[in-house]
């Protein structure tokens, strides 16, 4: 731009001097004119905006989104060193994306302005170039042309580039194969305890000891009502209220799986008790059976009182929270009181708190107005409560003060990591399971009710009922495949007929009771489950005690009345003159009462096999008078037409499959200690090969370097988290030696070079595996559930398996299964093979390659 000069002049007239005010203004106005005009101009330079070059921009990003979809897809390749050159393109009347790869850009032009690939439409008028940077990163660009493919020129102001890092891991790769495969038959210990879902007729102890008393059961029934809204979308549960404090009292995990409200007021108190256990609220409600309460801030409510409510007692030595809670509290009342509830209070000092993902209490006023508020993060907390065990209301910002957030490895976590449950809720996503009580007094829209049990926890007999039939049973309710079951009846039935219990997923079947489970003549019963999980008990000759005249610290009769399983919730209970005492004898026992009693457990229907967990030992008596026991086990190999307890077949059965069996924290082994593995047991204890070992160390830790003996090792290490918060378990060399070993991890990890080595091959005449009729050589290894392996290798850095049994041909000694290597040998000319179930068809036998599969990339907002 040229400068602008003028001359100076005299000008005495009033003409002159309007002529020079306007010269003035002109000058003004044209240097303003000319700087603005400057500044746009070099604006357009810099930033492109003609149209051309505009377009080119726009182009540039479209061929970036197609190159990281591409990239994801792995159907990009990534230069080693220097650049690799792109061009993306359709073909008229094709929808699919073309790829041509160059090693220069002059090539990728050449290409371009062939004019054979005139028809092509070129994808963002660009070509991509990929480069890898010294730092091991890669940078794309986007080269586009204010003309379309007008190379010559001065720039390309329509380029646009992205930087970005690279990381591989490890994956399967699998294919349907022809073959058959079984594993030595050991049976494997559980560690499953049973969940007491708010929705259960949980008090059949209680039930059983008042008829004894010849006491009556009317007030008898489920714990709570509902509520529902959005044309039944969504349930809510209501516990119910007696006069005077109510202990929902159990010994067992209490699960709320939807959204409770609570409605304590002056006279009618809610309370609930799990001791030495856990008390779980995992619901999500968002609607307006809660915002026309409080407002449109209550959503993910997982727990809420009705208006001017007072306050709700938890006791518990475990509680986990899932999503927000609100209270409207009456003067001087607590929205939730916690408490301990437990044996160990000496020790335990507190209550531990999981919250499942970030979380608000809310606190608010009669006229909807919030007034306080503690927000919690995702993660577990200690609260200690003093020598006195005080009282401390959930909602308080002086609690939230005094919470400690603490680690999955800290003390107080490992005091409640045996029984914390929240992991057998959801599934490998984090998502809860989609769990139901055996009697269920509404269901939600789209969702099958389940109606097993009546309201009393005694089974239906209705003929029009999903599980009662005059004659053997040929439809099923296909609305429950998905389902996991919790049945806990308080008596056997009495009318003859056809109880069937089912459950696609699991069916979980609890008897707990002070008399025997006894099933009448002319009564068919059976379990119809992929998982069958059997607790009966009490044990024998645990005590039970029972008083109907117990009272609180206020003088007021605990109603219902109290019973606990060696459990006393109040001082002076087992001496209290009105206390009953019963010593559990036979309670642990199923027994026919004539030829034609049945009680079967099979595979559900279309299966051919399924798996039983016995959680304790309990005692099958025959028609004949005979018994056996059944001991607490895993059993995987049951015969697909399923077993009648009262059958010879399955008395053959279960005597051939009674195995000794040592707890990996027993005194005599010490591989465990407080649920960590315990790196400083003597090696002389690592030889076990006698004994099936239930190696569970849930709190992880490291392995000791030396080789763990047993006839069968069950590794369970961690808690079944995931992500970072996957309790992580370090192979340290170790080696796994036994006919049979299953693990089950959240975290296997490599350090320092020190993997994990694995040997079955003891087994490889009954582990087999036989593809197109060949048998294979090799070793098994069985997987429990999704575990990662950590190699720490920048290149591949790890794998993650599913569950299921995995047979590596030619291997007959140690493996290692932390190393890298012995993972990337596995290809299409060498497979290993795999099987999700045994037992269920060519379907869900695989086999297998490992591939190295890149993590994705996202460009969003890294372009430059």
Sequence with gaps: ?????????????????????????????????????????????????????????????????????????????LPDSGSLYYVFY?????????????????????????????????IGNAYIKITKNTDGSYTMTAVGKEKKYDYSGDGNTGDLSTKFDVKYNLVEKEETANLTMKQKTITTPTGNKFLML????????????????????????????????????????????EAGNTPLTTCFPLVFDK???????????????????????????????????????????????????????????????????????ANGESGITLKYSGSSYNT????????????????????????????????????????????????????????????????????????????????????????????????????????????????????????????????????????????????????????????????????????????????????????????????????VYYNNQIKDSNGNPYFPYSFNQTILPTNGFDTDPNTTKFTAEGSNRIIPQGPGSSFRVMPYWGEKSFTLKVVNDFIVQMSDGTSYTIKADDYTDIPE????????????????????????????????KDNTINTSVDSSNLDQS??????????????????????????????????????????????????????????LEIKDGKGLKINTYSAHDESTCVVDGNPIDGSMLQITRKTTLKFNDDNANSITLSPGYYFFPGITGDFDILSKAFWEKWSSSNPYYKAEKLGDGTKAYKKVIVTTKMDPVDFEGKYF
């Design 1 to 77: 731009m040229k400068k602008l000069h003028t001359k100076k002049r005299r000008i005495n007239s009033k003409k002159g001097i309007s002529m020079v005010l306007a010269i003035a203004l002109a000058a003004v106005l044209f240097l303003s004119t000319t700087t603005f005009l400057s500044i746009a101009m070099l604006q357009q330079k810099e930033t492109g905006t003609t149209m051309n070059s505009r377009q080119a921009y726009v182009s540039a990003k479209s061929a970036l989104d197609i190159a990281e979809e591409l990239l994801n897809d792995g159907k990009l390749s």
């Design 90 to 122: 359709y073909i008229e009347g094709d929808p699919e994306v073309h790829v041509e790869k160059f090693n220069s850009s002059e090539l990728a032009l050449k290409w371009i302005n062939d004019p054979a690939h005139a028809s092509y439409t070129i």
């Design 198 to 241: 708010g929705d259960q007729t949980s008090f059949s102890l209680l039930r059983s000891v008042r008829k004894n008393l010849n006491e009556g059961d009317n007030t008898f029934r489920t714990l709570q009502s509902y509520d529902a809204d959005n044309e039944k979308k969504s349930i809510i549960y209501i516990p119910k209220n």
């Design 259 to 329: 959204t409770v409200k609570s409605t304590s007021n002056g006279s009618h108190r809610l309370k609930f008790t799990a001791y030495d256990n856990g008390i779980y609220f995992l619901g999500n409600y968002s609607g307006p059976k809660v915002t026309s309460d409080y407002n449109s801030e209550a959503v993910d409510i997982s727990f809420y009182t009705n208006s001017d409510a007072y306050g709700t007692a938890l006791e518990c030595k475990y509680l986990v929270i899932g999503g927000n809670m609100v209270c409207r509290p």
């Design 348 to 543: 335990d000092k507190g209550v531990v708190i999981y919250f499942t993902k970030d979380c608000k209490l809310m606190t608010y006023s009669n006229d909807h107005y919030k007034t306080k508020e503690v927000k919690y993060e995702k993660g577990y907390y200690y609260i200690n409560l003093g020598d006195n065990n005080t009282a401390v209301d959930l909602f308080s910002e002086n609690t939230k003060k005094s919470a400690v957030k603490i680690a999955t490895n800290s003390e107080e976590y490992k005091r409640v990591n045996s029984i914390d449950m929240y992991s057998s809720m959801v599934d490998t996503n984090g998502k809860l399971k989609d769990i139901h009580s055996a009697y269920e007094g509404e269901s939600e829209k789209g969702k099958e009710k389940v109606n097993i049990l009546n309201e009393n926890g005694s089974f239906t007999a209705d003929p029009n009922s999903s599980s009662f039939s005059n004659t053997r049973r040929q439809k099923y309710n296909e609305g429950w495949k998905d389902y996991y079951i919790y049945c806990a009846p308080s008596e056997m039935p009495t009318a003859g007929g056809y109880y069937d219990m089912y459950s696609g997923k699991e069916f979980n079947y609890l008897w707990y009771n002070v008399d025997s489970m006894k099933i009448n003549n002319n009564v068919d019963m059976s379990i119809h489950s992929s998982n069958i999980t059997l607790s009966i008990g009490p044990d024998e000759n645990e005590t």
């Design 641 to 672: 037409t399923g077993l009648n307890l009262f059958s010879n077949d399955a008395k053959i059965y279960f005597e051939g499959h009674s195995t000794s069996r040592v707890d990996s924290e027993s005194s005599s082994i010490k591989w465990v």
């Design 690 to 747: 006698s004994s099936v070992i239930k190696f569970k160390a849930t709190c992880g830790g490291t392995l000791k370097d030396g080789t763990y003996k047993g006839r069968a090792i069950y590794c369970d290490f961690g808690n079944g988290s995931s992500g970072k918060d996957a309790i992580v378990t370090y192979g340290n060399n170790a080696t796994l030696k036994a006919d049979v070993v299953s693990i089950g991890a959240d975290l």
